[in-house]
């Protein structure tokens, strides 16, 4: 039988209730202490998607180098610039066509042989309505994952910066890319001064109608750029080709370094990223190195010309 000290209950007092809560202070400072842990930890981790960003980035560049490589191997050369000829007389001409640029040029060697044989006929001109899916194309490894551009671009959009006339090609579209050539430390404009049976020359790996071999990068292969980093705030980029008749067009596959990069938001056809420590190249010999807008421009000239024989030596970063 029980007693009825062993039915008592024992309820908590009205103070020990009280402090089973919170109190407002209480709970602002904890409010506090979480907002002063997520403001620490955001950059960190922001920090650390940037840095998986840019080793992607980098390794993009890398794929291309090899494939750079592989097609000189091949056909002994890299490939052109660009390539573009006078219809009526097939003597070499800037603003001529098909307009087929190093980026298409390497597709067998970047796992994209099927892009090359079942959308692009280099008889055609890449501006021909049968390219259509071609220049709508987007090859990842020819993106930067930092950049925040449009995946496809209206070629009129690629000219924010620049006052030359327009060819009929303004309504085209293109596939984003955010790597071009090095055409050196030309301006890209002197293309638009030449006319039919001349050859738009520069001084770095890459330029119109090239043919540039290994053997002819007497500056060597580890001490010259061949690839460079372009965001899309700056001026679109593509890997395909380019119109012609028209005097910027080739900044959409090459770009110049007649600015440290990053350094000059209103020049289209330099080179830039959104990396917060700099731009990333790639160099003959596969390598890839970032480079800071802060760079000595003797330095960036010499890093961005073939043959100049000036030497940087452990100038470079």
């Not at 892009?115 to 020819?142: C, G």
């Not at 807008?293 to 030596?313: F, K, P």
Request: hydrophobic content about 40%; glycine content about 8%.
């Amino acid at each position: 039988m029980f007693t009825r000290k062993q039915w008592t209950v024992h309820r908590p007092s009205a103070l020990a209730a009280r402090r089973a809560a919170f109190t407002l202070v209480e709970l602002l400072v904890v409010i506090a202490i979480i907002g002063i842990l997520i403001a620490l930890l955001l950059p960190a981790v922001q920090a650390a998607r940037e840095a998986a960003r840019r080793a992607t980035c980098s390794n993009n560049l890398k794929q291309l180098g090899l494939a750079l490589h592989l097609h000189h191997d091949v056909h002994k050369t890299l490939p052109p610039g660009w390539l573009a000829y006078d219809p009526a007389t097939g003597a070499s001409y800037p603003a001529g066509v098909p307009g087929w640029a190093w980026g298409a040029k390497i597709l067998p060697f970047i796992e994209q042989l099927n892009v090359e044989k079942n959308l692009i006929n280099y008889s055609l001109n890449v501006t021909d309505p049968a390219h259509d899916a071609a220049r709508k194309t987007i090859l990842p490894v020819f993106r930067c994952p930092s950049d925040t551009g449009k995946p496809i671009f209206d070629f009129e959009e690629s000219h924010g910066h620049h006052d030359g006339h327009h060819s009929g090609d303004d309504d085209v579209e293109f596939a984003t890319a955010n790597y071009v050539g090095v055409f050196g430390t030309i301006d890209i404009h002197y293309c638009g001064t030449l006319g039919v049976g001349q050859q738009c020359v520069a001084n770095g790996s890459l330029f119109h109608n090239s043919q540039v071999r290994f053997a002819d990068i007497v500056d060597g292969l580890s001490q010259t750029f061949v690839v460079g980093e372009r965001n899309s705030d700056l001026g679109y980029a593509t890997w395909i080709g380019l119109p012609g008749d028209d005097e910027c067009s080739p900044a959409l596959v090459l770009g110049s370094a007649s600015y440290p990069p990053n350094s000059r938001a209103d020049h289209a056809h330099n080179f830039s990223s959104h990396h917060p420590s700099g731009t990333q190249f790639l160099l003959g010999d596969g390598s890839v190195r970032l480079i800071a807008e802060t760079i000595e421009q003797s330095v960036y000239h010499a890093l961005c010309t073939r043959s100049n024989r000036d030497l940087v030596g452990n100038a470079l970063p």
